[in-house]
T-cell receptor
Framework: AQTVTQSQPEMSVQEAETVTLSCTYDTSESDYYLFWYKQPPSRQMILVIRQEAYKQQNATENRFSVNFQKAAKSFSLKISDSQLGDAAMYFCAYRPGIQGAQKLVFGQGTRLTINP | GAVVSQHPSRVICKSGTSVKIECRSLDFQATTMFWYRQFPKKSLMLMATSNEGSKATYEQGVEKDKFLINHASLTLSTLTVTSAHPEDSSFYIC?????????????FGDGTRLSIL
């Protein structure tokens, strides 16, 4: 079974600085998708960024980028120029690439605090 | 972007009451929706996969007679917590995957906080 591990329960960063959240996963499959979701205090899950395993290029969305290391099964999230609104729980998630397999497997989450 | 609406956002009721939570995909058809449960400061745990027009697929350890799922249309799935007890108090979240292929992400509702007294 696939597992997702976030080894940092909590992280904090100074506003405008850069922070990296770690995520590792375990799978025997070669085709899959990886996601980072953000859950602010309002509790809604918001998609931050996604990565297809077959793509070597790291995904980027404005201030958010990932470092995808397929061989190491690592998928870290880098937030540049941190803003107060980035404060939230961040969840790394895995989904198989098999057609019809849609279940997401979530990591334990990392609570990110932004210090003004 | 794709929007999923979940209702109600909060429910407080007495023990023994049955509670229905609705999950709607507002601007796309979702043949599959998902129901998660989230305990305080914990991750999301998948409870079941809701399939339009067929029975839901429950994860191991989830009581299907306790958590009834109905997916009667391509835009609506409901989760009914039957005869709820205090241990059922939790945050319940639904999601739906937008159409368009395997790389489409799941879009989540705002969640329902269920408190059983």
């Amino acid at each position: 079974a696939q597992t997702v591990t976030q080894s940092q329960p909590e992280m904090s960063v100074q506003e405008a600085e850069t922070v990296t959240l770690s995520c590792t996963y375990d799978t025997s499959e070669s085709d899959y998708y990886l996601f980072w979701y953000k859950q602010p205090p309002s509790r809604q899950m918001i998609l931050v960024i996604r990565q297809e395993a077959y793509k070597q290029q790291n995904a980027t969305e404005n201030r958010f980028s990932v470092n995808f290391q397929k061989a190491a099964k690592s998928f870290s999230l880098k937030i540049s120029d941190s803003q107060l609104g980035d404060a939230a729980m961040y969840f790394c998630a895995y989904r198989p690439g098999i057609q019809g397999a849609q279940k997401l497997v979530f990591g334990q989450g990392t609570r990110l605090t932004i210090n003004p | 972007g794709a929007v999923v609406s979940q209702h109600p956002s909060r429910v407080i009721c007495k023990s023994g009451t049955s509670v229905k939570i609705e999950c709607r995909s507002l601007d796309f058809q979702a043949t599959t929706m998902f129901w998660y449960r989230q305990f305080p400061k914990k991750s999301l745990m998948l409870m079941a996969t809701s399939n339009e027009g067929s029975k839901a697929t429950y994860e191991q350890g989830v009581e299907k007679d306790k958590f009834l799922i109905n997916h009667a249309s391509l835009t609506l799935s409901t989760l009914t917590v039957t005869s709820a007890h205090p241990e059922d108090s939790s945050f319940y979240i639904c999601s739906a995957r937008a159409p368009g292929g395997g790389n489409q992400p799941q879009h989540f509702g705002d969640g329902t906080r269920l408190s059983i007294l």
